[in-house]
């Protein structure tokens, strides 16, 4: 895809005049004939009524030719490429630095759909969220699984694994797969076969709180919440900032 585009934005094109696409820039790449050795039989007429062409994936010879005319890429990054595109098939998703990955990747199943939870940041990378892959690529309609605050995922695996600090190769050794289940559930499915049902409760609104409301959100708690103050706790932060502002609250008690 990024050789796609950088070919586009430098104004090379095809022979045809066309733009290069990924099919044809592997075709290149896994070309033996750039290298100014001949690869023989690559292809064989399997039936010589149609004259239909095969592949040969070895029912016949192939003759492997050198030096048959001047190279355009040298054998030794030939063969670079060629291991690297092998090395890239093996490592499947993970290979690709242009996705967000991180130990989670893969890792945390949607209940509701059955697709991956993909990472997502928001406000410039500080507050990061996984959503399921259905409801990102198509929104609530298609899923309307929970998402999950990274930050909060780390802290429930700490209590699953009973460590103090989040290690991603500790999670990547001990645990296979995370089912999101519902609103209030995730599923631990463990490496030895075991699984574990935890419970949770999303803390997305607070972890993008700023200190002063974190620091309102205690004094109300301290207040004895709903019940001791009478209001819910956005109208009690509005009495707060006005008492702050010097101004009188004119509001009645439990008209919330
Ligand atoms: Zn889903």
């Not at 609530?140 to 290690?167: H, M, N």
Request: glycine share 8%; with cysteine.
């Amino acid at each position: 895809m990024q050789t796609e585009r950088e070919f586009a934005a430098e104004g090379i094109t095809t022979r045809e005049g066309c733009r290069w696409v990924d099919s044809n820039i592997k075709v290149v790449l896994t070309n033996v004939t750039y290298t100014g050795n001949l690869l023989l039989q690559k292809e064989y007429i399997a039936d010589p009524i149609s004259k239909q062409r095969r592949k040969n994936h070895g029912e016949l010879p192939q003759y492997y030719v050198e030096n048959t005319h001047p190279a355009i890429i040298d054998k030794a990054t030939f063969d670079y490429v060629q291991s690297e595109i092998a090395r890239r098939r093996k490592l499947g998703c993970f290979a690709n630095k242009a996705l967000n990955l991180s130990c989670f990747t893969s890792k945390l199943k949607c209940a509701n759909c059955g697709r991956s939870y993909v990472r997502s940041a928001r406000k410039r990378g500080q507050y990061v969220l996984w959503t399921c892959g259905s409801k990102k690529g198509r929104g609530k309609i298609s899923c309307g699984a929970k998402d999950v605050p990274e930050e909060q995922l780390k802290r429930i695996c700490c209590e699953v694994l009973g460590t103090d600090a989040f290690g991603s190769d500790l999670f990547s050794e001990k645990i296979e797969k995370i089912i999101v289940i519902g609103k209030d559930t995730m599923e631990f499915h463990f490496r030895d076969g075991s699984a574990l049902k935890k419970k949770w409760k999303t803390t997305a609104k607070k972890d993008m709180w700023t200190p002063e409301r974190k620091a309102l959100w205690s004094a109300y708690n301290y207040d004895g919440g709903r019940n001791g103050t009478g209001v819910g706790f956005n109208e009690y932060v509005k009495r707060k900032e006005a008492q702050s502002n010097g101004e009188e609250s004119n509001n009645d008690p439990g008209n919330d």
